[in-house]
């Protein structure tokens, strides 16, 4: 058994747990809100008033005298008062409708509906400030008075205040006069009050109801027996819906609101949440070391905050007295300028009024002119009146044409600092780059992962990226598993890391085959790392990327098919001789079909590629064929006639018999938009399905099949994978890799990969990520033997 003090020790310990996130102090009469936080009861009222709610209808104060069954002296009256109860049929009564009247109005019974009422205003939700939650919680219509009391926290504060002799004060019994009153020694939990010994015994005599009440020690806070429902009166709470995570009574149980919800005993929850309870505190208990390295890492964590702190001052300080210090030096210099220029035209401006003064009438120049006038030897007159009529000449001009010699304005001399203040009211600490946003349209899975993103505007400048990713585990069909087990399977797979990535792109290469990567990218600069990007799923391949070019040499008709540089784009124009096929037929239906292949030939293993076809092509066909037999039937003539004729389509020649037998070849139709997914439920449909069991299906482009297939938008990339053992063919929507369609096909011989035209369109094979950056040189005709070993098969 533990000792006293530590228990007294554990229990004081539990002070911070049982605070009122309202008064601070412990709660009183607690109520669990919604968010499952508990607070006083009068805390939450006087909240919700503060608020402009209504005062709620609050039950008593346990230790005042309305909570009492009976204020007078027991001595006055011998005989308890007897318990009223209300008959069924009262409450019907009172339900009822009723004759109006001046004092009594008309109250709404049988055959009234509240609900029918026009004009009448909405319910009033009631939203209460949960400070724990940071936000506002949802009471509803009633307010608290939805609320479930908190018995289990009242017993622990009871346990609490009892161990460590809280509030200890005597409890009085509450029918005994106040001069002779005596200390309570017994409590009954019916009557809700608290009695001596001889007032007990007066309160419960023997052979009458009251004695089988139970009796428990004095207290001022009765609590219920059992939690009861709140709607609906006296209905205990027996069941717990997970859904709703709410306790229910009977009725509550047959709402429709809980219709599909998963609803048990209350017992079942009691039992599942306690184990549930008991697992979490075990496993933190044998993790105390754990919780101490945490708690020590932190405290250094604090202590570095603050060394950190002050350094940041420093240097924050240090920055400011640099721009001032630069500020001055500016100022000094700026200054000597406007003191320069201040020196200059204060000169010149001196020299002008020096001059003008001397035109003044008893100024020395007009006094030396005037004694220049009387001189009457000629000669000498002119020689010595030549230098006094220019300077004449330049002050009357100077006169008629005043102008200053100096600006006095310094306008020029003004300084625009809008941009500097700006500059400096924005000035701020560094801050890291925000999270980035990640590319979807450029960001792909195929040969290799390649990861796109951008900073938006608002966000500081990075100097290099880290790009992160992991693998998690797939389940059949290439969805991701979900809930914990998903998650416990993803820790298995740690974060991968490539650090200091410049630019806004990167290559993630080494991956496994049809597996789900999780990415995320955040940037860095001076003030570290910043907030990671959202996670991007991207789903690679499911079997090695086979990497091939478009062979023309098989059916290329010049005048309506054009085929890139590269060889992986090309393009179908319905050229001149179908214009001409046309015009010399009425009914008949004439079609131009195009064939184009890969440049390989695989005869083992499980391969995959995609391509894109331009939404607007007429008609174009994805898929693979046997070699042998792409070469037989499609060696013919460029312009074809009606379909119905064909002097080689195997009607008399046993094809008839081979019907069970895979198709030599498999496509999906794809045009206007649309892609076409055949249905088929045996062997035999799936064979007419495809259009593909003879030359007069591909030439026609619909076959003999059942018009039961169904049509979907066309995705921007078709992925193709084709299993040569298993002569099985799966289309993919290569963005996701959600599988489209799967047929078979006839692997007795090399097959190729085949792309057929029906009129105007356009197909581009998907480049390799590995080669986006590289010389692309198309290559030879080879032959595929030998399964790869990663995503990548040239």
Known sequence: ??????????????????HCSVCKDIVKQPVVL??????????????????????????????????????????????????????PIDRVLRSGPHLPSPSMPRSPGYGTYQGRRRKEAPPLVMMFPCIPCGQDVELGEKGLTDCLRNLTLERIVERYRHTVSLGSVAVMCQFCKPPQALEATKGCADCRSNFCNECFKLYHPWGTPRAQHEHIPPTLNFRPKVLTCPEHDQEKLQFYCRSCQRLLCPLCKLRRIHTGHKVLPVAHAYQALKEKITKEMNYIQSNQDTVLSQITQLESSITQTE????????????????????????????????????????????????????????????????????????PCFVQAARQTHNRFSKAIENLQHFTLAADPSFRHF??????????????????????PVIDTQHTMAYDQLFLCWRLPQESAPAWHYSVEYRRRGVVPGGASRGGVRGGLAAARWGWQRLDEVSGTSAVIDR???DSVYVLRVRGCNKAGYGEYSEEVYLHTPPAPVLN?????????????????????CARSVPGLSLLQAADQA?????????????????????????????????LVKVGVGLESKLQEWFHLPQDMASPRYDPDSGHDSGAEDALDSAPPFCFLTMGMGKIYLPQHNNHHHHHSSHGNGNRDHITNGN????????????????????????????????????????????????????????????????????????????????????????????
């Open 1 to 18: 058994m533990a000792p006293r003090f530590q228990v007294k020790s554990n229990m004081k310990s539990l002070e911070q747990e049982l």
């Open 34 to 87: 919604p968010c499952q936080h508990s607070v006083c009861l009068m805390c939450a009222s006087e909240v919700l008033v503060a608020n402009g709610y209504p005062p709620p209808d609050l039950p008593p104060e346990p230790n005042s005298p309305a909570s009492t069954p009976n204020t007078r002296s027991p001595r006055q009256v011998r005989r308890p008062t007897p318990k009223s109860e209300q008959r």
């Open 307 to 378: 060394v950190n702190s002050v350094s940041a001052r420093e240097q924050l300080a240090q920055s400011i007295r640099d721009l001032t210090a630069a500020l001055a030096e500016r100022h000094s210099s700026l200054t000597q300028a406007l003191e320069s220029t201040r020196k200059k035209r204060g000169e010149a401006l001196s020299a002008q009024v020096l001059e003008r003064r001397g035109l003044m009438e008893h100024a020395g120049f007009m006094a030396f002119t005037q004694e220049l006038l009387k001189e009457t030897d000629q």
């Open 414 to 435: 003004q300084l625009d600092v809008a941009k500097e203040l700006k500059l400096l009211t924005d000035l701020t600490f560094i801050k890291a780059p925000v999270a």
């Open 511 to 513: 991956l496994e085959m």
């Open 548 to 568: 091939f070019y478009l062979d023309s040499r098989w059916g290329l008709h010049a005048d309506r098919l054009v085929v890139s540089k590269e060889q992986r």
């Open 586 to 618: 009425l009914t008949s239906c004439h079609l131009t079909s195009d064939l184009l292949v890969g440049d390989v030939a695989i005869t083992q293993g499980r391969h995959y590629w995609a391509c894109s076809v331009e939404p607007g092509s007429y």
């Open 703 to 794: 076959g003999s099949s059942s018009p039961t297939g169904v049509t979907y938008p066309l995705p921007p990339r078709l992925g193709v994978c084709l299993d040569f053992e298993k002569g099985r063919v799966t289309f993919y929507d290569a963005h996701s890799l959600r599988p489209l369609w799967e047929g078979h096909v006839d692997c007795s011989g090399p097959v190729c990969p085949a792309f057929c035209f029906i009129g105007g369109g356009a197909l581009q094979l998907q480049e390799l990520v590995a080669n986006r950056n590289a010389d692309q040189t198309p290559v030879r005709r080879v032959t595929i033997q030998a399964r790869g070993s990663n995503l990548n098969n040239n």
